[in-house]
């Protein structure tokens, strides 16, 4: 009867074992699930961040370029062989360069500002894009939506908010 009970033992003891061992293999794959999970939300948030880091370094440097073209007092005129103002140029050339940051390009007006703060009162350029020899800034306002649609809950207001800005000191040109 020793042997019997030895067998019956053994047998139960093995059983127990391969049921804990295949009870930790679905621990394991759920804890694998979760972890994965994790990592994945985390990887997505890192290039979020980092389309957003690319988007508002690609909006400042077409600002800057259109506000390279602004110094120069140039003006081009349109099929009509009529003058382009130069606040609609460089809002042009601004947009031009936009494309690739993934945002719409705000019209003149609230969004897209030139401001003279050498007069009495910093306000609107009293020429469009300032006059010569005038320090005009510039300020545009645009918003980026999310690259992922997930996080476009945590930006409800259409997306995250850009503010830029550029200064610069017009040449002293001739106005024609």
């Known amino acids: 009867m020793g042997l019997v009970s030895k ?3 053994s047998a139960a ?4 074992a391969a049921h804990r061992r295949r009870r930790s293999r679905g621990q394991a794959a759920v ?8 990592f994945f939300f985390m990887f997505m948030a890192i290039v979020e961040f980092s389309h957003l880091l690319y ?12 506000g390279r073209y602004m110094v120069t007092g140039q003006t081009t005129k349109d ?19 936009v494309i690739a940051a993934g945002v719409i390009c705000p ?25 010569a020899d005038q320090t005009v800034i510039v300020t545009v ?10 996080f476009n809950r945590f930006f409800p207001a259409g997306g995250v908010p850009f503010i830029l800005n550029t200064t610069w000191k017009n040449e002293p ?3 024609t």
């Open 141 to 150: 306002t645009v918003k980026k939506p999310a690259l992922f649609p997930f």
């Open 79 to 97: 099929a009509f062989s009529v003058d382009i103002p130069r606040d609609k140029k460089v809002h042009d050339i601004f947009c031009a360069n």
């Open 31 to 38: 804890e694998m699930t979760f972890a994965f999970l994790l």
């Open 7 to 9: 067998i019956i033992t």
């Open 107 to 131: 019209d003149l007006g609230p969004s897209f500002v030139f401001k003279c703060p050498e007069l009495p009162l910093p306000s609107d350029c009293t020429t469009p894009g300032g006059a």
């Open 55 to 66: 988007a508002k370094v690609t909006l400042q440097h077409a600002l800057r370029t259109a």
């Open 173 to 175: 040109f001739v106005t």
């Open 13 to 16: 003891w093995w059983r127990s």
